[in-house]
């Protein structure tokens, strides 16, 4: 079972902040914050990972709480394209010889006009 | 684009027989991960092969089976296939301390 639970679905304006939360209140010392999203008949696409720390790349920001019991993926400027299931797991990363994702039901984020 | 791909795109066997799906890594990813995702629902880990071996596997049964070769390109076959083993087959390469990375899947239907 995934260790983590996330919204059904959200709506955003196009240009505008989405902020997905996601909690983990079970995850281990080792364990980080992955997240991938899903376009509709496509395959997972990797986004962003933390650990502790917040993060930030060219597509999104993930911020984790002090207690690391939850986090929030955040796209600063919402496009149409960002539409999709956005996937949040906790894994030990691939460095420890093996990692297997396991992915729950998602949010299911749509981006409106 | 990963740089993974997967063949073939679409599938339609008939229960019972068997199926071999492929799946090329990203150049330098040594370690291929299989996943299976049912309609509406999340992808779901089968196993998992790093430098020619199985080094974990899911809850799925032996008749779910892999290869990969020194290219680290890899092979997942089905056998005796059941209906509810239609579904979008995904695999993912990795390198050690690295992300997964997904290919585009293939749907395989069963009738």
């Known amino acids: 079972d995934a260790k983590t639970t996330q919204p059904t679905s959200m709506d955003c304006a196009e240009g505008r902040a989405a902020n997905l939360p996601c909690n983990h209140s079970t995850i281990s010392g080792n364990e980080y914050v992955y997240w991938y999203r899903q376009i509709h008949s496509q395959g997972p696409q990797y986004i962003i990972h933390?650990?502790?720390n917040n993060e930030t790349n060219e597509m999104a920001s993930l911020i984790i709480t002090e207690d690391r019991k939850s986090s929030t993926l955040i796209l600063p400027h919402a496009t149409l394209r960002d539409t999709a299931v956005y996937y949040c797991i906790v894994s030990p990363p691939m460095n420890t010889g093996f990692q297997k994702l396991v992915f729950g039901t998602g949010t299911r984020l749509l981006v409106s006009p | 684009e990963t740089g993974v791909t997967q063949s073939p795109t679409h599938l339609i066997k008939t229960r019972g027989q068997q199926v071999t799906l492929r799946c090329s890594s990203q150049s330098g990813h040594n370690t291929v991960s299989w996943y299976q995702q049912a309609l509406g629902q999340g992808p779901q880990f089968i196993f998992q092969?790093?430098?020619?071996?199985?080094?974990g596997r899911g809850n799925f049964p032996p008749r779910f089976s892999g290869l990969q070769f020194p290219n680290y390109s890899s092979e997942l076959n089905v056998n005796a296939l059941e209906l509810d083993d239609s579904a979008l087959y995904l695999c993912?390469?990795?390198?050690?301390?690295?992300?997964?990375?997904f290919g585009p899947g293939t749907r395989l239907t069963v009738t």
């Open positions: 993912a390469s990795s390198k050690q301390g690295d992300e997964q990375y």
């Open positions: 092969y790093y430098r020619e071996e199985e080094n």
């Open positions: 933390g650990l502790k």
